[in-house]
């Protein structure tokens, strides 16, 4: 077995050093409870309205909406019974009752609002292509990482 200092080498590996490290603690009681965030879209496209119908099976809504065009994000936020409609979306970005933000926009305005959502301390999932190339990506887990913050895409297969 190789040395408990080294970091593994394969998946393997790595779940058999990260079972024996936990064995002899206590099964913890809340494992499967998830922190209840408070979500705000970008886009009121196809996939914001499957985001809003899988909070709703959760017992969950959206928290907020932002759209490009005002009336869209309004009636989007009618249809979900979501309580905030941002003008902007630095107005979304400002808003410490956000948590998270899900970026549904097409793939070539990502960057842009990566950048803004991440430096205001927001954990964003973003529809996919996440960014248009590496550079863009690195750019975003560098903010990501500099405000402490989650940034994931969301690719499903």
């Known amino acids: 077995m190789a040395d408990s200092k080294q ?5 393997e590996a790595a779940a058999k050093a990260a079972f024996a490290s936990v064995q002899d603690q ?3 009681n809340d494992i499967f409870t998830a ?4 979500w705000a879209v970008i886009g009121c496209g196809v996939i914001a309205n499957q985001m ?3 909070l709703a099976l959760a017992g969950r809504k959206l ?8 009336s869209k994000a309004q009636a989007f936020a009618e249809q979900y019974g979501i309580e905030k409609v941002y003008e902007t979306v630095e107005d979304l970005y400002a808003d410490p009752n956000i948590d998270a933000v899900y970026i549904t926009t097409p793939h070539n305005t990502h960057i ?3 950048r803004a959502a991440l430096a205001a301390g927001k954990h964003v999932l973003c ?3 996440i960014t248009l190339n590496s550079a863009e990506l690195d750019e975003a887990r560098a903010i990501a990482d500099e405000h402490n913050v989650v940034l994931m895409d969301a690719t499903t297969v």
């Open 52 to 54: 809003a119908q899988s």
């Open 63 to 70: 928290a907020g909406v932002a759209n490009r065009t005002l």
């Open 35 to 38: 922190p209840e965030l408070r």
């Open 26 to 28: 206590p099964f913890p």
């Open 112 to 114: 842009t609002y990566l």
């Open 127 to 129: 529809e996919k292509a």
């Open 7 to 11: 970091a593994p080498l394969d998946a």
